[in-house]
């Protein structure tokens, strides 16, 4: 059974930092492509960032220059580091791994407020 697990979201300042982390079970972890989504009250779920299997990675460009996603293959987690955070980077953090079929996990919400 594929499971995707984060965590690490929560409350900060503006300005701040978080790791979130997407922990993984049930797939071969190397040969998923690994990204992360957001989803802010009353929109649309958004493309965060992604880590294609080559370690190419993208991002969305609201958040270019201080998020930065990677991956602990040894111990099947993928990470979402976020800094400098703003109000507007307030969501639900979703983890997701692609290979012919998507995964998501459940969320994990994010609020940047003074």
């Known amino acids: 059974q594929v499971q995707l697990v984060e965590s690490g979201g929560g409350l900060v300042q503006p300005g701040g930092s978080l790791r979130l982390s997407c922990e993984a079970s049930?797939?071969?972890?190397?040969?998923?492509?690994l990204a992360w989504y957001r989803q802010a009250p009353g929109k649309q779920r958004e493309f965060v960032a992604r880590?294609?299997?080559?370690?190419?990675?993208f991002y969305a460009d609201s958040v270019k220059g201080r998020f930065t996603i990677s991956r602990d293959s040894p111990n099947w987690t993928f990470y979402l580091q976020v800094n400098n955070l703003k109000p507007e980077d307030t969501a639900v953090y979703y983890c997701?791994?692609?290979?012919?079929?998507?995964?998501w996990g459940q969320g994990t919400q994010v609020t940047v407020s003074s």
């Open positions: 997701n791994a692609v290979r012919y079929v998507s995964f």
């Open positions: 049930g797939i071969s972890f190397n040969s998923y492509n």
């Open positions: 880590m294609l299997t080559s370690g190419d990675t």
